[in-house]
């Protein structure tokens, strides 16, 4: 029995022997090559850097603007904020001859070169009351710089720096052919962080400076979901061919993905002003004004007072002796058309005025108690007062 199990044992492990070519009559000797650990081999990055051609086009637009990229370090000196009111500052100096002492701020924005010989456009309300102005360009080289001119009503200032020789300038586009959803890029130097690149797209167009909070502003500004963030102000806003179409200006408090920039087109039309004479001539009517809606119409006829349209710009105020006044416009007048435009809000209004030269005639179309008259006003320079 046993030995039947024996043979048979070694008559299996024969033709297993033989089933394997050209090992029937030998000793397979162990593979040591195949036991030792392979070492893993790591990949080398493609050539370009990872970069698929075609899809890293927010990269190549920023790379086109940041040469252009400045950050701007502000040094001014301010009154002492507890002498803001009055009555308080008058007493401190009759009682205690305590006079207002000053604060010196230190304060931080952007801007973006946009002429090679170092001239720069930034915000108004980075260098508002600077004392000191100093650039640094994005190869590390710093200068001081000279505000040229400031507009507060636009937010727009221009600085000049001398003796950095020719400088990469950014290319202006236009924002006038701008749609909302189209991808754009914010560049500049957030809360210190500098040449910061976050990418959007434009989310709405034409928001009205009232609708964000800074009503004495005159600007329609494009709404963007590209990070702002405190430090952007005054850096440019491009599109994905690298040319500006906004400078970065505002943002809401609290809220996440709404920024503000003001159109490129309007930011040049400033600085054009602001480079050739330090300042920006406006022309002024004399109006103070509100949108005209059904509510507010049927309001008045409650009142007694029948506009006799429900929609138009309503004349609240005509300032004494102001061009409007002098016109013939009077309180409770509704502003139907402008020339051969009809308005239909006080932005249309304002900026039919802010495209009329000082001296130029405007004709208003209004409408007074259900009858429609038609009334040219003469338009003068704007000097620190109402539209």
Not at 55 to 67: E, G, H, K, M, N
Not at 162 to 186: E, H, I, M, T, Y
Not at 303 to 321: H, K, N, R, S, Y
Not at 366 to 383: D, H, M, Y
């Amino acid at each position: 029995m046993d030995q039947r199990w024996g043979l048979g044992l070694a008559v299996a492990l024969s033709l297993v022997s033989c089933a394997t070519p050209g090992t029937e009559n030998s000793t397979a000797a162990p593979n040591t090559a195949s036991s030792a650990p392979t070492a893993p081999v790591i990949p080398s990055p493609p050539a370009g850097g990872g970069s698929v051609p075609g899809t890293d086009f927010i990269a190549d637009a920023a790379q086109r603007v940041t040469p252009s990229l400045v950050s701007i370090q502000v040094r001014s000196v301010v009154a002492d904020s507890s002498f803001g009111d009055p009555r308080y500052r008058r007493f401190m100096q009759e009682f205690f001859g305590v006079q207002p002492r000053q604060q010196i701020q230190q304060g931080q924005g952007s801007g973006f070169i946009i002429d090679p010989n170092g001239t720069i456009l930034t915000n108004a309300h980075v260098v508002a009351n600077a004392q000191q102005v100093t650039v640094k360009l994005t190869d590390e080289r710093q200068f001081q710089g000279r505000v040229l001119g400031t507009d507060p009503i636009t937010d727009i200032a221009v600085v000049k720096i001398d003796g950095a020789g020719q400088l990469p300038a950014a290319v202006l586009g236009s924002s006038s052919n701008l749609r909302p959803g189209q991808f754009v890029v914010a560049l500049g130097d957030p809360l210190g962080f500098e040449n910061t690149v976050t990418a959007g797209i434009v989310s709405a167009l034409r928001r009205p400076s009232s609708q964000i909070g800074i009503s004495e502003k005159r600007v329609d500004f494009i709404q963007t979901d590209a990070a702002i963030n405190p430090g952007n102000s005054g850096g440019p806003l491009i599109n994905l061919r690298g040319e500006v179409i906004g400078i970065n200006t505002a943002i809401i408090q609290g809220a996440q993905g709404l920024g503000f920039a003001i159109p490129i087109d309007l930011a040049r039309q400033v600085a054009q002003q602001l480079i050739s004479q330090g300042s920006v001539t406006r022309s002024y009517v004399g109006l103070k004004m509100v949108d005209l809606t059904p509510q507010i119409a049927q309001a008045l006829q409650q009142d007694g007072f029948d506009p006799g349209v429900t929609a138009g710009v309503l004349i609240q105020e005509v300032l004494p002796d102001s061009p409007a006044d002098r016109a013939g416009l009077a309180a409770g007048d509704v502003i139907i058309q402008i020339g051969d435009t009809p308005v239909a809000d006080v932005n249309q209004v304002q900026g039919a005025i802010e495209k009329t030269k000082p001296g130029q005639r405007l004709n208003f179309q209004i409408a007074r108690q259900g009858n429609t008259r038609n009334l040219a006003v003469r338009t003068e320079a704007l000097s620190n007062r109402p539209t």
